[in-house]
Structure formats: C-alpha cells, structure tokens
Nanobody, 125 residues
Framework: QVQLVESGGGSVQAGGSLRLFCAAS????????TGWFRQAPGKEREFVAA????????YYADSVKGRFTISRDNAKNIMYLQMNGLKPEDTAVYYC??????????????????WGQGTQVTVSS
C-alpha cells in the first residue's frame, strides 16, 4: 500500500503562484508513475502533469504547459507541483496519484492505483 498526502493549496489572485506537495509513505515507489490531477465543480477529473519516479521524464496537459512544473525528491519521497501564472480556470481540487508501471498513458486516471485526499486551489480574477 502507498499513502499519499497533499498540501500547499490555498487562494491566490490570477497571475500568482502556489506550490503543491505530495508526500508518499508505505511501500517504495521508486519505479512508480506519479502525477497530479484536478477536478473542478461539475467537471470530470482531468490530468495535469506526471513524472516517472525513476528517470524523471515529465508529461503535461496542454492547458498547463509552460506554467506548471512537476518534480520529485527521491530521498524524501515527495512530489511537487509548482504552479505559476495561475488563472481562474485553474481553480479545482488537486489530487496526487501514484501507480505501478503500466502500458496505459500517463493521462489516464485509471492507470493510477493510489490517490491522495486532495487539496483545494482557488484562483480569483
């Protein structure tokens, strides 16, 4: 089992920045895929970014490319999401996720077995 706990959410004005944290505990995730998803009210959960824990390859949704940066600290078992240039449409609950290697695409929520409880991000105009 893997436990994931997010933190770092909050309220900012448009153009501001936030940094989200996802702390992983339990079994090792050294070869896992890890990522961030978000869900706005009345909308489906959508992919934001992903990173391979081993190797560090990154993947981004087009809507956040160039504004968000995903990274991880292997030693601390923490994943980060640096969010710059925030827009009101980025308002959502953000979830971190982790899962064993899979042939499915990184953007598919079904390819992740473990999820955090979510952290709210609110961007005002």
């Amino acid at each position: 089992q893997v436990q994931l706990v997010e933190s770092g959410g909050g309220s900012v004005q448009a153009g501001g920045s936030l940094r989200l944290f996802c702390a992983a505990s339990g079994r090792t995730i050294s070869n896992y895929r890890t990522g961030w998803f978000r869900q706005a009210p009345g909308k489906e959960r959508e992919f934001v970014a992903a990173i391979r824990w081993r190797g560090g390859s990154t993947y981004y949704a087009d809507s956040v490319k160039g504004r968000f940066t995903i990274s991880r600290d292997n030693a601390k078992n923490i994943m980060y999401l640096q969010m710059n240039g925030l827009k009101p449409e980025d308002t959502a609950v953000y979830y971190c996720a982790a899962g064993p290697p899979s042939s499915y695409g990184y953007s598919l929520s079904g390819s992740y077995a473990y999820w955090g409880q979510g952290t709210q991000v609110t961007v005002s105009s």
